[in-house]
């Protein structure tokens, strides 16, 4: 079945530094991705998406691209900041499939 | 728009005893899915409705698990009896549409349940 890998964590950073999280995925059709975020105590958040093969989605300052040749979408960002300390999750959904499936999710902490 | 809110925040229970979590969706959100978090396993789908019918129960751990969705606003997901290994944070979703990469999910804040 579908499913995603990320890389694992935790992830430490300092302020100003790049960060990136690695997710690839195995789908038999075209599915779309997602990068969602949990902030502390909070639920998942949308962070951005791509819905079909060289995509890029976008979101305060985060970055990631649909590679389908890879079968991979990389989330980027710059220059953290400690306010993006929170757990970031890869999801892909199959367009005839309500379903999201999630990676483990990838903890991130960025220090002053 | 007030978010999908979820009671409890917090619960504690004792093993053997029944726990009901409530969820109450964004108002207009045709799906309502019920996800558990924990370390070993992660984000794991147990249920989902479409307009008040389960669609797909296929993640519900065992005969322990029981959702409703009585109507369009809320929605409980019960443990009974309850067991330590169902400690996780519970997480209630909803969505407007079918198509996902349209309609992303949105999130309550969970309930953390420990059973004792």
């Known amino acids: 079945g579908d499913s995603v890998t990320q890389m694992e964590g935790p992830v430490t950073l300092s302020e100003e530094a790049f960060l990136t999280i690695n997710c690839t995925y195995t789908a038999t059709g075209y599915p779309s991705l997602f990068w969602y975020v949990q902030y502390p105590g909070e639920g998942l958040q949308l962070l951005l998406k791509?819905?079909?093969?060289?995509d890029k989605g976008s979101n305060k300052g985060f970055e990631a691209t649909y590679r389908k040749e890879t079968t991979s979408f990389h989330l980027e960002k710059g220059s953290v900041q400690v306010s993006d300390s929170a757990v970031y999750f890869c999801?892909?959904?199959?367009?005839?499939?309500?379903?999201?499936?999630f990676g483990a999710g990838t903890t991130v902490t960025v220090r002053a | 728009d007030a978010g999908v809110i979820q009671s409890p925040r917090h619960e504690v229970t004792e093993m053997g005893q029944e726990v009901t979590l409530r969820c109450k969706p964004i108002?207009?959100?045709?799906?309502l899915f019920w996800y558990r978090q924990t370390m070993m396993r992660g984000l794991e789908l147990l249920i989902y409705f479409n307009n008040n019918v389960p669609i797909d129960d296929s993640g519900m751990p065992e005969d322990r698990f029981s959702a409703k969705m009585p109507n369009a606003s809320f929605s409980t997901l019960k443990i009974q009896p309850s067991e330590p290994r169902d400690s996780a944070v519970y997480f209630c979703?909803?969505?407007?549409?079918?198509?996902?990469?349209?309609?992303?999910?949105?999130f309550g804040n969970g309930t953390r349940l420990t059973v004792t």
């Open positions: 999801a892909l959904s199959d367009h005839n499939d309500y379903k999201l499936s």
């Open positions: 791509a819905t079909k093969a060289d």
């Open positions: 108002s207009g959100h045709d799906y």
């Open positions: 979703a909803s969505s407007p549409s079918r198509t996902s990469y349209n309609s992303p999910l949105h």
